[in-house]
């Protein structure tokens, strides 16, 4: 198994199932919603997680967009609906 498998397998692990959006992993968005308290932030998709329940038997959430922003130790969970702008396409990716 690759690198980017067993990568892959630890996100799905932790976040849920794959999914997809209008931006991609490795893209860079720029976002604000409540949980930021209005504040506008940037960061890099990590994972794109399908519409899934986010504890067995839940709610179905949306899909959701695991974001990193620059400077912070945790990834953010990002909904489209919160999405200001698409800024580019990380090289890293």
Do not use: C
């Amino acid at each position: 198994m690759s690198n980017d498998e067993q990568e892959q397998q630890q996100l799905e692990a932790l976040y849920g199932p794959p999914g997809r959006g209008d931006y991609q992993r490795g893209e860079t968005i720029t976002f604000s919603s409540r949980d930021t308290g209005g504040k506008i932030l940037t960061g890099e998709i990590l994972y794109v997680r399908a519409p899934a329940p986010a504890v067995r038997g839940g709610p179905i959430h949306s899909t959701a967009y695991i974001t990193l922003v620059e400077d912070e130790t945790f990834p953010r969970i990002v909904y489209p609906a919160d999405v200001m702008v698409q800024r580019h396409k990380n090289s890293s990716s």
